[in-house]
C-alpha cells in the first residue's frame, strides 16, 4: 500500500512539475520576442500612492521595498495568502518554505535555514544559541541557552493570526539583524492602525482529524481612524483548539489513561494605536500577547504505536503538559524630515515557559534496567524559564526612493535576563540508590541559572548606484556582547553543591558586499557576500546519576565545563528574480556556498544522560532555491518552489582519541529536499460570486548522508537513533468568494501520510519519543474582510 501511496504521490507532483516547465521555457522565448516593450513598466500603484495587493512590499532591508527589488533570497506571504495555504504556525510555514525546517519534540523546538543547525535530531533539539533569528515586527524574540540546559532554551514562535505579512529571509542578516541570524531570519510582521477608514478581519474554522479530536477556531480584528489623519487603532483576539490525535495509555496501573491527550489551546490578543499629530511624525505604542497550552506533548512512544494505522500511544504513567506564555509591549516613533526617516523602537519582551515532564522510566532504567511497577515510584521534572529582555534601536535611514545612494544607519542595544528553574521530584529514588539523601520536598536535583546577556552594536548599510542598472551594497554590524551568569545545582543527581559564576566577553564584526545588476524594473540579478555569527554560551555541571557518571565526567574533564565561544560563518550568494510575460511568470532563483567554522558542537556522555557544548569542527552548506509562479490560463495558477541543502562536516575532529566528526558527515537530519508544487484553478459562479479550488503538495526528502549519531565509531553514537523518514503533504482546497467572504471547505494531508520522525527507540524520556505531521484533517474555514 505505501509503494501505491508513493506512485500516487511521484506522479502528482511529476504532473505539476510537467505543466510549469513548458510554460517556463514558452514564456522565456516570448520575453525574448517582446524586446523593449515592458521594460519601462512599473509596479501596480493604487491611488492612495501603495503598491497593491499584488505587489508585495517587504522591510527586509529596514525599509520599505518591493520584494522584486531586494537582492536577498526571500519568502514572503500576505495574510490572506496564508490563510488560502491553512499556514498557522511556523512548522506550517516552514512546511511550504524552501530552504525552511521546523523540528520539534514537543518541549524544545528549532527553526533551521540552509541547512545551519547543530541539532542533530533535524533541528528539533539543538546545541548551543538558536540559528535562526525570530522578529515580532523588529523585536528579537528568539531564546538563549541557560547554564546548558538549566532551562529550556526553544524560542518563542508566534501563532499567526492578523498579520501583514511573515517574511523568511535565508542566508545570514547580521549586518542589520544581529548575532541570532547565523542562518537567517524569520519575521512576523504586525498591521498598522488605519488613519483614514475602518477595516476588519474575522476568520473561523472547524475540523476532525482521522483518529483525533475536533479542532476549532475563532477571531476577529478591527481598527480604523478615530480622528480622521490623526488618531487610530487596531485591536485582535484569537482562539485555537487543537484537538489531540495521541492517545495517553499509562503502562503503570493507576496512572493516566486519556484519549487524544495532546491538544492545545492558543490564545492571541493585540492593541495599537497610532499618533499623527503631523505629516511627519508617527508614534505607535502596541502590545502583543499569546499563551499556548498544551495538555501533553506532541511526541509518542514509536515501539507502542502502529504509525501505519494511525495509532499513536503514550506509555509513562503521567502527562508533560507545556505553557508557554509572553507579552510584548512597544513604542515605535518616526519622523521624517529632510529626505531622512528617523526611527526610535522601543520594547519589552516578557515571556514564561514552563513544562513538566514525565521522568518516571529515566531513573530506574538507568539505575536499575528495570521498569517500576507503582505509581509512587513517579519521577517527574518541573522546568520553568523566564525572559525579561528590553530592546532599544535607533535607526537613520534614507527617505528618497529615487536618491542614487540609499543608506541606514543606526544603534541597537539589548538586555536580556533569562533564568532557568529546573527540578527533579524522585520521592522514590530510595529503591534505586540504597541511602540516598534527597532535598525537601523529594527532590533529586534542583537547578537555579540566572543569565544575563547585553548587547551593543552600531550598525550601517549602503547602496550606492553607479548607473541606473547597476549598484553596489556594503555594510558592517560591530557588537559587544557580555555575558554574565550564576548557575547553582544541588541534589544527589547534580553530584551535591556545584556553584558556577563567570562572565564571558567578545565582539563580533559581521560585514556584509553585494553587486546588483538592474536591467529594467523586472529583473534583478545580484551577489552577495555576508557575514553570520553565533554568541557562546555556558554549560552546567552534568548530573551524576551514577558512579560510572561520575567516572566519564572525570575522564572529560566536565566537572566545571565553564564556556564556550561564537562561531561565525561566511555565505557567498548568487540569485536573480524575473518578472515575464507582464507578470505572468514569476522566478526567484538562488544558489549559495556558506562556510562554516568553530562549530558550537554536542558532546554527549551517554552515562549521564545528558551533553555538554563545546568549538569543534567546521562545516560547509550548498545548495539553491527555486520560486516559479506562473499564470498558466486566465484562470489556472501553478506554483512551484524548490530547495536543496547539503550541509556537511569538512574535517576530521578527533579530541581525547574519541571521534567527534567525519568529513562529509551531515550537520544534522536536515531534508536535503524541501518540494511543493500547487495548482488553483479560479471561475466565476455568477456574476457577484467566483469560485476556487486548489491543490498543493508538500514533500521533504529523507536524509540518506552519513549521520553522527548513527557511526558507530563515532563518540556521539547512539544506536537508538533512527533516521527521519521523508514527508509528504497533500492538501486540497475549494471555496467560494462573494465579497470579502471567502468561504471554504479543506482537506490536509490527504494521503494520511504518517512518517516518523525525531525518533529514539528507548522509553528513556520524552523527547526519546517520536512525532508525525498531524493525520488527515477534513474542515470548512470562512475569513471575512472588510
Request: aromatic share 10%.
Amino acid at each position: 500500500m505505501r509503494h501505491c501511496m508513493a506512485a500516487i504521490r511521484q506522479s502528482l507532483m511529476a504532473s505539476v512539475v510537467l505543466m510549469v516547465v513548458p510554460f517556463w521555457s514558452g514564456a522565456a522565448h516570448a520575453q525574448q520576442a517582446a524586446g523593449q516593450g515592458a521594460l519601462n513598466r512599473s509596479p501596480a500603484v493604487g491611488a492612495d500612492g501603495q503598491a497593491q495587493a499584488d505587489e508585495i512590499v517587504v522591510t527586509a532591508q529596514k525599509r520599505e521595498q518591493r520584494l522584486m527589488d531586494v537582492p536577498i533570497s526571500i519568502s514572503a506571504y500576505s495574510q490572506e495568502a496564508l490563510d488560502k495555504r491553512g499556514i498557522k504556525d511556523i512548522s506550517d510555514v516552514a512546511a511550504a518554505t524552501p530552504g525552511l525546517n521546523f523540528g520539534s519534540t514537543g518541549v524544545y523546538n528549532r527553526v533551521t535555514i540552509r541547512g545551519i543547525s547543530t541539532g542533530a535530531r533535524g533541528g528539533s533539539q539543538g546545541v548551543g544559541s538558536s540559528t535562526t533569528a525570530i522578529y515580532v515586527d523588529d523585536i528579537p524574540i528568539q531564546a538563549r541557552p541557560i547554564g546548558g540546559g538549566a532551562g529550556v532554551y526553544t524560542s518563542a514562535t508566534p501563532k499567526i493570526f492578523d498579520l501583514e505579512r511573515v517574511e523568511v529571509l535565508r542566508g545570514p542578516q547580521g549586518t542589520l539583524f544581529g548575532g541570532g541570524a547565523l542562518g537567517g531570519a524569520v519575521r512576523f510582521i504586525t498591521p498598522e492602525p488605519n488613519l483614514k477608514e475602518f477595516t476588519g478581519y474575522a476568520r473561523a474554522e472547524m475540523s476532525d482529524t482521522s483518529g483525533g479530536g475536533i479542532s476549532n477556531e475563532a477571531g476577529v480584528a478591527v481598527g480604523g481612524p478615530i480622528v480622521e489623519d490623526k488618531l487610530g487603532f487596531r485591536v485582535s483576539g484569537w482562539h485555537r483548539r487543537d484537538g489531540g490525535y495521541i492517545d495517553h495509555l499509562s503502562l503503570i496501573p493507576g496512572g493516566v489513561r486519556q484519549r487524544n491527550a495532546d491538544k492545545a489551546d492558543s490564545y492571541v490578543g493585540r492593541a495599537a494605536l497610532t499618533f499623527k499629530p503631523s505629516e511627519s511624525i508617527r508614534i505607535t505604542p502596541s502590545i502583543y500577547a499569546q499563551d499556548v497550552h498544551s495538555y501533553d506533548l506532541g511526541t509518542f512512544s514509536a515501539l507502542d504505536s502502529d504509525a501505519d494505522d494511525g495509532k499513536f500511544l503514550v506509555t509513562t504513567p503521567l502527562l508533560s503538559p507545556v505553557r508557554d506564555k509572553f507579552f510584548i509591549p512597544s513604542l515605535r516613533m518616526q519622523a521624517d524630515f529632510s529626505g531622512v526617516t528617523a526611527t526610535s523602537i522601543t520594547t519589552y519582551f516578557h515571556r514564561n515557559h514552563q513544562t513538566d515532564t514525565d521522568y518516571t522510566f529515566v531513573l530506574p532504567l538507568s539505575l536499575s534496567g528495570s521498569l517500576p511497577t507503582s505509581l509512587d515510584q513517579y519521577q517527574i521534572t518541573h522546568i520553568d524559564t523566564r525572559q525579561r529582555n528590553f530592546t532599544q534601536e535607533l535607526r537613520l535611514s534614507a527617505s528618497e526612493p529615487s536618491a542614487r545612494l540609499q543608506w541606514t544607519i543606526g544603534g541597537f542595544y539589548n538586555r536580556a535576563k533569562t533564568t532557568g528553574f529546573q527540578t527533579i521530584e524522585s520521592p522514590r529514588i530510595g529503591d534505586y540508590i540504597p541511602g540516598v539523601v534527597l532535598l525537601p520536598g523529594g527532590l533529586s536535583y534542583r537547578a537555579t541559572a540566572p543569565v544575563t546577556n547585553t548587547e551593543l552594536a552600531g550598525y550601517a548599510n549602503f547602496e550606492y548606484r553607479f548607473f541606473d542598472t547597476l549598484s553596489v551594497i556594503a555594510g558592517v554590524r560591530v557588537s559587544r556582547l557580555k555575558e554574565d551568569f550564576h548557575i547553582i545545582t544541588e541534589g544527589p543527581l547534580g553530584g551535591g553543591f556545584v556553584e558556577i559564576n563567570g562572565k564571558q566577553r567578545e565582539t563580533a564584526v559581521t560585514p556584509k558586499f553585494g553587486i546588483n545588476f538592474k536591467p529594467d524594473p523586472d529583473n534583478l540579478f545580484y551577489v552577495s557576500a555576508a557575514k553570520g555569527f553565533r554568541p557562546g554560551g555556558v554549560n552546567k555541571a552534568l548530573p551524576t546519576i551514577s558512579s560510572a557518571c561520575a567516572a566519564a565526567t572525570a575522564a572529560l574533564g566536565a566537572s566545571n565545563l565553564g564556556d564556550y565561544q561564537s562561531d561565525s560563518l561566511w555565505s557567498y550568494e548568487v540569485g536573480s528574480k524575473n518578472s515575464l510575460m507582464g507578470g505572468r511568470l514569476n522566478l526567484s532563483f538562488s544558489a549559495y556556498h556558506i562556510k562554516w567554522k568553530n562549530i558550537q558542537s554536542s558532546v554527549r556522555v551517554p552515562q549521564c544522560l545528558g551533553a555538554f557544548v563545546a568549538n569543534f569542527g567546521d562545516a560547509k552548506s550548498d545548495g539553491f532555491d527555486l520560486a516559479v509562479d506562473a499564470r498558466l490560463t486566465k484562470n489556472l495558477l501553478a506554483g512551484l518552489s524548490v530547495g536543496y541543502t547539503r550541509a556537511v562536516y569538512t574535517n576530521d575532529n578527533i579530541s581525547g582519541g574519541r571521534i567527534y566528526t567525519h568529513s562529509g558527515d551531515q550537520i544534522a537530519d536536515i531534508p536535503p529536499w524541501n518540494i511543493v508544487a500547487s495548482l488553483q484553478y479560479n471561475f466565476e459562479l455568477t456574476e457577484n460570486v467566483q469560485g476556487y479550488g486548489r491543490i498543493e503538495n508538500r514533500y521533504q526528502s529523507r536524509n540518506k548522508g552519513n549521520l553522527t549519531l548513527l557511526d558507530p565509531t563515532n563518540a556521539n553514537f547512539d544506536p537508538a537513533v533512527r533516521r527521519n523518514e521523508s514527508v509528504n503533504q497533500l492538501n486540497l482546497r475549494a471555496g467560494v468568494l462573494y465579497g470579502g467572504l471567502d468561504l471554504s471547505v479543506f482537506v490536509n494531508n490527504v494521503l494520511n501520510d504518517h512518517p516518523l520522525l525525531n525518533v529514539y527507540f528507548s522509553r528513556i524520556t520524552a523527547d526519546y519519543g517520536a512525532s508525525t505531521i498531524r493525520p488527515r484533517t477534513l474542515g470548512v474555514s470562512a475569513t471575512y474582510r472588510w
